[in-house]
């Protein structure tokens, strides 16, 4: 745990120096979705890494946050913190329903379930236009205030989400490293083995995807609330594919995997996107269209070399290269 609470010291750290280097709103703004991101992948991360639980309808608990936040502040005018509050009540009353009767499914099943209750929401989403406006979506949605002081600038978001995502990365690390952790990790080592130790199997399935479901829908809220509007198209199937790629390329074994996965598949888009001025100004011509053949091949190189994760990957890169020159040997073997 020790390495884990200085890993949170130093991304505090790094958190306090981004407003500083980058004076952008609009690259400020990318930090907030990456920490949005990383708050729903950290509950991913959770229920897929740990208890071995695989989900494809991640996307659909962001959604009820969202629109449980929109619909209850835009058209019944609750206070915002109330309308979020009723939106995790909401995602872990519908992951409850869910997870009962899904959570008995293994393997690819279990994920094809998920996916359906992912695809089920989204057409929800679009077609009861009565409540969630349909493709037009929700506008007008008031911003987060604290104690009477409104989040109205990019840069206080920006600081309130990534307070968010280190005070949820410390309570999942927190769950990890106590007796529930080390009962789902067993869980993921061997249902069969864990249920003859005398574990809840699955008792503690369904705790970890309603936790993991809670922080889904904070996600979910966060991103109504700093966006002001929402519509269907970001709460699809493929979003809940993007959150598994991103646990998958960070590490789906660890919580910071799930970190740094988030970061760097929210980020990388906006840097590829940039590649069209800088080879601009040396008169190259850069089409758009490659910046989808460069995301594709990185996420393959990171697969096919370091199959799992990053954090794993360059751990073990670290420890048979340069780790071998610094740490003494009694300590290596």
Known sequence: MKKDYIGILVLICCVSLVPFFIQNNYY??????????????????LLMGYAGQISLGHAAFIGIGAYSSAILTVTYHWFPWFAILAGVVFSVITALCIGIPALRLKGHYLAMATMGFG??????AVAAIDITAGPSGISGIPKLSLFGFELNTDVQFFYFIWFVVILGLYLAINIIHSREGR?????????DAARAM??????????????????????????????????????GVMHSVLLLTMVAVG?????????I???LLSLLPEFLSSLTEFFDSFNITYQTDYDTIIYGSIL???MLFMPEGLVKGISTFYKYTIGRYLIPKHETK
């Open 261 to 263: 996965g988030a970061i």
């Open 251 to 259: 590490g789906i074994h660890q919580l910071w995997g799930a970190v």
């Open 183 to 191: 009962a789902l990790r067993s869980l993921h080592g061997s249902e």
């Open 28 to 45: 400020i703004g990318v930090f907030v979705f990456t920490g949005i991101n990383c708050l729903a992948c950290i509950g991913l991360s």
């Open 300 to 302: 393959l190189l990171i």
């Open 119 to 124: 695809s089920i929401m989204h057409i929800v």
């Open 198 to 235: 005398g574990i809840h199997t699955s008792m503690y399935k369904i705790k970890i995807f309603l936790f993991s479901a809670v922080y889904a829908s904070l996600a979910g809220s966060f991103y109504a609330h700093y966006v002001n509007y929402i519509d269907p198209d970001p709460f």
